[in-house]
């Protein structure tokens, strides 16, 4: 087979080239990941005889709901209006399929051989039954009195994730790998770098926290598996219907409930895309007499924001403490929680994570909740367990955490910059050479996942790291 790759510049190809097996053509479930033309300095994405991670066609992603113990605080009512600084644009929608209401098309790249495989055969478990959550809240609220927002949005997004596949034009909204085969395949050859630098170990652990339809570990994987990257797979998942499909897709995988039941006897790599937005946050306002957290209570049978009339100075920064009066923060004990055991794990056993998710570089004032519904903004309050709450993650804390928990921060940086910087345009050039009809879907692709205005700048990887384990590329 003639080698036709290009060479990006950022691997040794020396270790590599000797260990690459032969190979022809993996079939994306949307389209091909083709090969004999691209390489990250030794990382040749060449042909193989068929998938090398079965195709997954399952529900999004099922983000484990952290539930709070029911308040204690009383509350009043909000003051009206409240005076909260205005955050910049939220353009988190913009990424997803608007205004268009039929999705992007996958260009299609399949060869004419072989024939696709057989759909897998899943056994699906029950389907939860419906349940009127907002009535649910409303009797709590009546009973004990207002609830916390985390406990609101663990929940909510506990019922909407079990219950549908939000992902897609019949969904909710869309995340980076099913935009394009190109984000997870990078995601891969990251890995495969990090793995070979270290040795090319044969037991270590891969790990994926809400993994959704699986098509992030099924292009990571596959990419990183033409080097010999052969590791365990786990998912953190609590979804029974995922967990089926996942089991399906990916034999011999693990699940886990939760961080806690991880191995700890190898190093993880760990990759975390669109998982700390949807953890519970709390919101707390600054008020005359020092931060008040905001509650959720009743006005008749509407679900709305009060504030409750128990101090919660101790939970804002103290960089905020002297806040002007109606300034709004955010704050997620629960993302703290995952970061942490994410970072003693990479301390005590080594390892890399990636934290792909949207939000600032730092901390600002004003309300970044949002919920998402067939594509929309609606009211946060309004459907519970009916849309995808989400909000900012605090990339600044984030980093503190890790830091504070033995980890070493490779760097933090914006989406669009770090493809860049992994070769996303030399992969679509790869792809265009091949399949110019494909032109107009491919460049639209590329552009969604690395343009300021869509993903490229709004959204941020941050990389980690356990002692002693090398730097990441794409953090310059």
């Not at 990183?224 to 998912?235: D, I, L, M, T």
């Not at 409930?257 to 953890?279: K, R």
């Not at 639209?444 to 590329?473: C, E, I, N, S, T």
Request: hydrophobic residues 40%; aromatic residues 6%.
């Amino acid at each position: 087979m003639a080698d036709n790759t290009l060479d990006l510049g950022w691997i040794d190809c020396r270790r590599l080239r000797d260990a690459t097996p032969d190979a022809g053509q993996r079939q994306h479930q949307d389209g091909v990941s083709d090969g004999g033309e691209w390489r990250p300095r030794g990382l040749v994405l060449i042909d193989d005889a068929g998938p090398a991670v079965p195709p997954v066609d399952a529900p999004a992603p099922v983000v484990a709901a952290v539930t709070p113990p029911a308040p204690t605080t009383s509350a009043v009512a909000e003051p009206e209006p409240v005076a909260v600084v205005t955050p910049e644009p939220d353009h988190r929608e913009e990424h997803e399929p608007q205004p268009e209401p039929e999705p992007e098309p996958q260009p299609n790249l399949a060869p004419a051989e072989p024939p696709a495989p057989e759909p897998l055969a899943v056994a699906r478990p029950d389907p939860v039954p419906p349940v009127d959550l907002g009535a649910t809240f409303r009797r709590l609220i009546r009973e004990t009195g207002p609830i916390s927002l985390a406990h609101f949005m663990a929940e909510s997004n506990a019922r909407y994730y079990t219950t549908r596949d939000p992902l897609g034009a019949e969904g909710d909204f869309i995340t980076a790998p099913e935009i394009s085969q190109m984000f997870g395949e990078l995601v891969g050859l990251w890995l495969a770098d990090l793995w070979v630098r270290m040795g090319s170990r044969k037991h270590i652990h891969y790990v994926e926290l809400g993994p959704g339809r699986g098509t992030l570990a099924k292009d990571a994987l596959g990419a990183a598996s033409r080097y010999g990257f052969a590791p365990q797979v786990h998912f953190v998942e609590t979804s029974p219907t995922l967990r089926a499909l996942q089991s399906a897709a990916f034999p011999g995988c693990h699940h886990h409930h939760d961080l806690a039941t991880l191995p700890d006897d190898a190093p993880l790599l760990i990759v975390a895309n669109e998982f700390l937005d949807a953890l519970p946050i709390q919101q707390l306002v600054r008020a005359a007499e020092g931060w008040r957290e905001r509650l959720i209570g009743l006005d008749g049978d509407n679900l709305v924001f009060v504030l409750g009339d128990t101090p919660a100075d101790h939970l804002a920064p103290p960089s905020w403490r002297r806040a002007p009066q109606g300034t709004l923060i955010e704050t997620s004990g629960a993302s703290v929680a995952v970061v942490s055991e994410l970072a003693m794990r990479l301390r005590d056993q080594g390892g890399a994570a990636l934290i792909i998710d949207y939000g600032g570089r730092e901390l600002s004032a004003g309300s970044t909740l949002q919920a998402l519904r067939a594509h929309k903004k609606v009211d946060p309050l309004a459907h519970p367990g009916e849309a995808d709450l989400t909000a900012h993650v605090d990339f600044e804390l984030m980093q503190q955490v890790a830091v504070r928990h033995g980890a070493d921060v490779m760097g933090l940086q914006t989406q669009g910059e770090w493809l860049l910087q992994l070769g996303i345009d030399t992969r679509l050039e790869a792809l265009l050479r091949r399949h110019p009809a494909e032109a107009a879907t491919l460049r639209r692709q590329r552009d969604r996942l690395v343009r300021d205005d869509q993903m490229g700048v709004l959204f941020k990887v941050l990389g980690l790291a356990g002692r002693r384990w090398p730097m990441g590329v794409g953090f310059a």
